[in-house]
């Protein structure tokens, strides 16, 4: 990725400064690791059964634990990696939820846990064409950041996505994948729209027509709904049902002291559909969301105008 800095109509290249030690990127990502990706930081360099992990979270979102682990070098597998940090998890469940507990001074139960959604993110400067190609199919739980530090103190982090179709389980004959695969879902578009009847899913089509035609747009999927982004950062969430789709929107969160999360969001919405709902996190932080309602009585340029307010907050 090459960085330039406009002077007077001539762009003039911003060098890049290499990253010398992994532990400089895992300061970096665990001091921000929530602005970043929007999850809850729960202890560093954490260590279970014969593996030493780099930086445990949670995503509060999903109600599931993230691994994240921060390379130099490209002499490892991520396939083996990953799925033996997966593995290593749905084995040892108990642990990873008193690590937790312990970190937050909360009481996380198992089944308040979402295993499906477990990942591990691996942070690199860079991933050569082996390692990319052996994530390269469209239901494998890990995650590729490549990220890259400029002068002038510039950070630039790139997502490698995968772009295949295929299944790993259905070329994998490994045990270990086959066991992680049975508990941890990487669920398609697919999977999410069809409990929803026809004409719900030609609505969630047009919508999303329209969504995507903004910039920097992407459909995220997750074990129960869909989440529309922008840059990474939640725009609205959609619950599919077989006769309407409910649509949510983030407010933001009000902290035990009172104070408000940052670019806390009001909407204008003169027709009323919005209605507030709010609930409270184990961190004791109060969410507050704005839910709607989406069927075929509803004007869908409406629906837009109210996700776009959002969009343009972010």
Known sequence: MDIYKLNKNTLNQVSEIPFILEKDIQ?????????????????????????????????????????????RGSSYSVIDQGYSYLSTMLNNKAEFILEYNEKNDATLKRDEVNWTNSKVIFISPS??????????????????????????????????????KESIEKISGDNLIVSVSKEVKAYQEEDIIARSNDPTKKIWEQLKEKLLELNDTEIVIQSNYIKYTKNGKGVCYFNFRKGYIKGEIIRGNINPDGSKSKNFFQIDDPKGLCKEYNFTYKSGVEGHRYLFTINESVDL??????????????
């Open 27 to 71: 300061s970096l990502f665990e001091a921000n690791i929530s602005d970043i990706f929007g999850y809850v930081f729960v202890s560093t360099e954490f260590t279970i059964s014969e593996y030493r992990i780099d930086t445990l979270c949670f995503d509060e979102e999903n109600s599931s634990f993230v691994i994240v682990e921060y390379k």
């Open 127 to 164: 991933f050569n064409s082996y390692q990319k190609n052996s994530v390269n199919f469209k239901d494998v739980p890990f995650e590729l950041w490549e990220i890259k530090r400029f002068e002038g103190d510039i950070i630039c982090l790139e997502q490698h996505k995968a772009t295949s």
């Open 301 to 314: 340029d409406y629906i837009e105008m109210i996700i776009k307010q959002k969009y343009k907050s972010i």
